[in-house]
């Protein structure tokens, strides 16, 4: 039987949830019905090593995904995949001209990550912000109805979506595949860390990339206020571009003593394994995967109620909390409720390792596998 050729495409292999999600994917797929490929707009970043090795890894060797247009064209050309998966807006809209002008009948599917029409508000810098809403917005608009297929990772990212496109006629909700056997191995692993060997002094944990949108500063203002009435400690696992502005918060609130910023971590499920609290203090998300993460390892949650994702995970009051959005207070508040009540939080514990059963591997995969077939009949 000849196995059916799908390539998944992504700028980078840095740490992000995206980048996770296609490798879980890589991981789960049928190898004896598929050949995996995966084209990076840059063969880098440290989930690399994690590919399986039946797996062909190219690069077009760009170094911004809108220089990738030709090269894909050619990539079509050359390879013909039956289905060929794009994450990232950016990456998708370069995908499905490429495909066009290719002429092959290769099919497409775009996965959207986020909540699309706030991209303009959380890019990084002032040009990026004019390029999200001059260009972006009207080339998702011509060019995601031409896809195949359109993956959401969540009901508020397909709502969000749908709404701008005026259609969701392509439109498919695929939760993230998160939970597997590989997660709870990898949450017995020891940590080093000597406030984790120590074990006196709850830790509060917090895991993401140190950007805008991630809003950590609501997070550490919280923490100041937390101190107040508890000694404990806050840990945040993740490197970005405002870990700089971060480290200069934490000194003027005069928290550094009990506040690590231990950058990326490979295996961060150690650190969800032995925390007292999980907290995520985002403006925004599209589906938040270390909520669920952090409650398969029994680690009781908190979250702000962003758009969109922590809401479809959290049942407030039941297996977490949900707090307003830059609300430091009532983050603080909702910690020192969980920090202060052990009935509380074995009962986050509980419900949260169930709710988390919802967002498998196993689910995950047979969805997708599922969504090939109907894409290519």
Same mark, same amino acid.
């Given at each position: ?5 799908? %390539? ?97 009948? %290769?099919?497409?599917?775009? &996965?959207?990550? %986020? ?7 959380? %890019? ?178 908190? &979250? ?74």
């Amino acid at each position: 039987m000849n196995k059916i050729k799908i %390539t998944f495409f992504l700028p980078n292999l840095e740490g992000g949830g995206a980048e996770k999600t296609v490798v879980r994917l890589l991981k789960g797929l049928n190898k004896e019905v598929f050949q995996l490929s995966l084209l990076l707009g840059k063969k880098k970043g440290p989930l690399l090593e994690e590919v399986p090795k039946e797996v062909i890894v190219e690069e077009l060797n760009v170094s911004n995904i809108r220089y990738a247009f030709f090269k894909l064209i050619n990539y079509f050309k050359k390879n013909k995949p039956a289905i060929f998966i794009s994450f990232l807006s950016h990456a998708n809209v370069i995908s499905i001209l490429s495909k066009i002008f290719s002429r092959e009948k %290769t099919k497409i599917i775009v &996965s959207e990550r %986020t909540t699309f029409t706030l991209t303009p508000e959380i %890019t990084k810098t002032l040009q990026n912000k004019i390029l999200a809403s001059l260009f972006l917005k009207p080339l998702v608009k011509f060019t995601y109805p031409l896809a195949d297929a359109i993956v959401c990772v969540s009901k508020g990212v397909a709502k969000d979506l749908s709404n701008f496109l005026g259609s969701d006629r392509k439109i498919k909700v695929i939760y993230n595949p998160i939970v597997s056997d590989e997660l709870f191995s990898l949450a017995k692993e020891p940590v080093n860390h000597p406030w984790f060997i120590e074990k006196k002094i709850p830790i509060i944990l917090a895991v993401g990339r140190l950007t805008k949108a991630k809003d950590y500063p609501t997070l550490l203002k919280a923490f100041a206020l937390i101190s107040q009435k508890k000694k404990c400690r806050l840990v945040i696992l993740g490197e970005g571009e405002e870990r700089k502005n971060l480290e200069q918060l934490i000194s003027n609130l005069n928290i550094s003593k009990n506040v690590a910023l231990l950058g990326f971590q490979k295996n961060p499920y150690k650190y969800m394994q032995k925390s007292s609290v999980f907290v995520l203090s985002s403006k925004r998300e599209g589906f938040p995967n270390v909520l669920v993460e952090a409650m398969a390892c029994g680690l009781p949650v908190i &979250s702000t109620d962003c758009q969109s994702g922590p809401n479809e995970i959290i049942n407030n009051g039941e297996n977490g909390i949900l707090v307003p959005v830059g609300n430091e207070k009532a983050l603080a508040e909702a910690v020192l409720k969980v920090l202060n009540d052990s009935a509380l939080q074995q009962k986050f514990s509980l419900e949260g390792k169930k709710r988390a059963q919802d967002f498998t591997l196993v689910k995950s995969v047979k969805e997708y596998e599922k969504l090939f077939q109907e894409v290519l009949e």
